[in-house]
């Protein structure tokens, strides 16, 4: 469903279990950072009125989900750690060139949007699966759930606005990519490395 042409190695999770605090501080600036680009699309495409109104719900949610996992660490005894670079994003995000028209600009960005969606949806699949700990292991089911519809709403909306054959193109192109990054990832106690 998700497309996406390499899988994670299944024992990226054992790296998880050892590391539950360090991936649930990486996993909070990540919804910290869904909402941000949220925002962003809003405050960069406001012409786009069912963009916008997607995009508000969206960063609610995502704040939501941050507060959710922000509790977590709290009822573990821990403080959120220091944000940390995501290697997988900026490595993904050297995909398309910068520049071009603001239509083209937009489908880059809901296109990166959507592949990042797929990957945690991905991840947090193999998370609720495999970790032994059985709370958090619903807890990651429900978020799967969740960013499932956030990868399809992004793709969509690239769809919407882009020439349909064009982006199908683009997103195999970036999906090729992003297989070839994740080559180089898996090793890291990250929701995306």
């Known amino acids: 469903m998700l497309g996406l042409k390499l899988p994670t190695d299944p024992r990226w999770v054992n790296i998880v279990e050892k590391n539950i605090d360090e991936i649930l501080t990486d996993h909070a600036y990540c919804e910290q950072k869904a909402a941000s680009t949220a925002i962003s699309l809003i405050v960069n495409f406001p012409e786009y009125p069912d963009l916008v109104t997607e995009m508000v719900a969206l960063s609610r949610e995502e704040m939501g989900h941050f507060k959710m996992v922000h509790d977590r660490i709290l009822a573990r005894g ?3 750690g220091r944000y940390r670079k995501d290697d997988y994003v900026i490595a993904l995000m050297k995909f398309f060139p910068k520049g071009g028209d603001r239509t083209t600009q937009l ?4 296109l990166y949007a959507a ?3 797929a990957r945690s949806c991905e991840r947090f699949r193999l998370l609720s699966e495999q970790l032994k700990d059985r709370q958090l292991a619903d807890f990651y089911h429900k978020l799967m759930i969740s960013e499932a519809g956030h990868y399809t709403m992004f793709l969509k909306f690239a769809r919407q606005y882009g020439n349909r054959e064009e982006v199908d193109k683009k997103w195999q192109e970036l999906l090729d990519y992003e297989a070839e990054i994740m080559k180089n990832l898996g090793k890291k106690e990250t929701i995306h490395g």
């Open 78 to 80: 821990k403080s959120l």
């Open 107 to 110: 489908v880059h960005r809901l």
């Open 115 to 117: 592949l990042i969606e």
